[in-house]
């Protein structure tokens, strides 16, 4: 085999010319150069790909959830502040529902645990507004307000933990009340709002913060 560029014999298997280095074989007509080459870029074998799923926005879900607490805080408040519901007084011999409003004039720890526990759930309401609008809105009004608080980088711990733990002192204070030898118990509204509260506690440390 003679190199077709400067005449060199070559042997029969070399593939270049060891003289002037020119192939001396070409390639299979089939065969590829560029492997990695699309010679038509519009072509799509896959026509209609499934949509990539959109990312979970927490966000969101956290702004709804502290617009919905703090609606909820926000009528507890008021009801207790008021006394706009029942409550139960009873012994081992009898139990009755009473409007909380009707045991104001005579129950002082009554009215004591009604109104710090309608601040606490008023002021929470506020808190939880005003995250809420800020996860989902973007307002900067929480920022504004209350950077300045404890735990305020903690939000929800911030308003799920002073209506638990108002819920609670609430319970303590209407232990310490008695109405005619009969004790008087908080209304299941109250039992709700701790577990509420205590439920956001939970939700920031265990989802919120590994978040982070």
Sequence with gaps: MFCRNCGN????????CSRCGTQLRQPPVNADPNPGYNPNPGYNPNPNPRPAAAPVDLKQYVGIGM?????LALIMGILNLF??????IGNSYFDMSVSVSDLYDGATMV????????????????VAALYGLKDM??????????????????????????VAAGGVLQFILYLTESEGGASISVSWMTWVMII???????VDMLVINKKK
């Design 9 to 16: 014999q070559c042997g029969d298997t070399d593939n270049v």
């Design 137 to 162: 809105k973007n307002m900067p009004y929480y920022d504004q307000f209350l950077s300045k608080l404890p735990l305020a980088n903690k939000p929800l711990t911030l308003a799920g933990g002073a």
């Design 111 to 126: 009215l004591i645990a009604n109104i710090l526990y309608g601040l606490i759930l008023l002021a929470s309401a506020a």
């Design 83 to 88: 006394g706009l519901y029942s409550v139960t």
């Design 67 to 71: 617009l919905v607490f703090g609606g």
């Design 196 to 202: 509420l509260g205590a439920g956001l506690v939970c």
